[in-house]
């Protein structure tokens, strides 16, 4: 069984920042692809940000700029650095990852349980 463990979340001013973490943990063959989406209320979960396991990385135009996606691959571990927050940046952030498990020829898409994150304006 794999876990996606997030934190980091949390209540922050305009202009402020925060950082995301996400770890995964189980029994782990290896990490391919791991990202941050976000829901607001009332909206669709939206991709934030991706990384490949080779460091490659995409963002939402919304986000470019502002946002830093970076990984540990030792620690089995995705980062989000938010700077200059901005109101409507308020979600519930989730990381999702596919991992290869043992005995699985197919990585598994798996997903955190989400961190809230408040901007207050």
């Known amino acids: 069984q794999v876990q996606l463990v997030e934190s980091g979340g949390g209540l922050v001013q305009a202009g402020g920042s925060l950082r995301l973490s996400c770890a995964a943990s189980?029994?782990?063959?290896?990490?391919?692809?791991m990202g941050w989406y976000r829901q607001a209320p009332g909206k669709q979960r939206e991709l934030v940000a991706v990384?490949?396991?080779?460091?490659?990385?995409n963002y939402a135009g919304s986000v470019k700029g502002r946002f830093t996606i970076s990984r540990d691959n030792e620690k089995n571990t995705v980062y989000l650095q938010m700077n200059s927050l901005k109101p409507e940046d308020t979600a519930v952030y989730y990381c999702?990852?596919?991992?290869?498990?043992?005995?699985?020829?197919?990585?598994?898409?798996?997903w955190g349980q989400g961190t809230q994150v408040t901007v207050s304006s």
């Open positions: 999702n990852a596919r991992v290869a498990v043992p005995m699985v020829p197919t990585a598994l898409l798996t």
């Open positions: 990384i490949t396991s080779g460091g490659g990385t």
């Open positions: 189980g029994s782990i063959v290896s990490v391919n692809t």
